[in-house]
Nanobody, 126 residues
Framework: VQLQASGGGLVQAGDSLRLSCVNS????????VGWFRRAPGKEREFVAG????????YYADSVKGRFTISRDSAKNTDYLQMNSLQPEDTAVYYC????????????????????WGQGTLVTVSS
């Protein structure tokens, strides 16, 4: 598994962005995907996650109703659609894969993911 996140940028409050997480490596089994973010001066926090079987999705309370996680299996790409962005959403966003957990499990902690993308910066101006 080799993940590469992209799609970040500078937007205004209320705008939308879609982040992409492409797996350019090999993976013969489904894996869970998590999106995390690190705001300036803060620790990395869970944003959204989906199980390997895609039967469970979870969102942080701060993004629930605004962010949506999805996947295009044909393109080996996971997405994080972010709507109604607010200045407090400003952060570096990371995608991560858990290739060893239960296919129905979604991890909420960074330590539960064994592959990480490089991060993409999202800046929301007021």
């Amino acid at each position: 598994v080799q993940l590469q996140a992209s799609g970040g940028g500078l937007v205004q409050a209320g705008d939308s962005l879609r982040l992409s997480c492409v797996n350019s490596g090999r993976s013969v089994s489904p894996y869970a995907v998590g999106w995390f973010r690190r705001a300036p001066g803060k620790e990395r926090e869970f944003v959204a996650g989906v199980s390997a079987r895609r039967d469970k999705r979870y969102y942080a309370d701060s993004v629930k109703g605004r962010f949506t996680i999805s996947r295009d299996s044909a393109k080996n790409t996971d997405y994080l659609q972010m709507n109604s962005l607010q200045p407090e959403d400003t952060a570096v966003y990371y995608c991560a894969a858990n290739t060893v957990g239960s296919v129905h499990y979604v991890g909420f902690r960074p330590g539960e993911y064994n592959f990480w993308g490089q991060g993409t910066l999202v800046t929301v101006s007021s």
